[in-house]
């Protein structure tokens, strides 16, 4: 069993800055890809970024490529997302997620890859 919590989500203006961690622990003795999804009130929950074990796999949501990063810390078994200039639409309640996987360089854009997920942390944009 695998637990995961986010931190770091909040209220910001928009074009401003958060950073989000989601931090893994229980039996997470594999290597593991991780990802960050979103979603929005009365939408469906859409990708965001995912990350893999060695971190050399990287992917993006079109919508939030050049503006979020992803990255991890195994020694911390904590994922970071790095969200800057920030939107309105950024707006949305945000789950990190794992994908055990044996490849090192395994990353997925699919929630249907993860097995275990976050609760969530609430980042709300204001225009």
């Known amino acids: 069993q695998v637990q995961l919590v986010e931190s770091g989500g909040g209220l910001v203006q928009a074009g401003g800055s958060l950073r989000l961690s989601c931090a893994a622990s229980?039996?997470?003795?594999?290597?593991?890809?991780m990802g960050w999804f979103r979603q929005a009130p009365g939408k469906e929950r859409e990708f965001v970024a995912a990350?893999?074990?060695?971190?050399?796999?990287?992917y993006y949501a079109d919508s939030v490529k050049g503006r979020f990063t992803i990255s991890r810390d195994n020694a911390k078994n904590t994922v970071y997302l790095q969200m800057n200039s920030l939107k309105p639409e950024d707006t949305a309640v945000y789950y990190c997620?794992?994908?055990?996987?044996?490849?090192?360089?395994?990353?997925?854009?699919?929630?249907?890859?993860?097995?275990?997920w976050g609760q969530g942390t609430q980042v709300t944009v204001s225009s």
């Open positions: 990350i893999s074990w060695s971190g050399a796999t990287t």
């Open positions: 997620a794992t994908a055990p996987h044996s490849s090192s360089r395994y990353a997925s854009e699919s929630a249907s890859e993860y097995n275990y």
């Open positions: 229980g039996r997470t003795f594999t290597t593991y890809g």
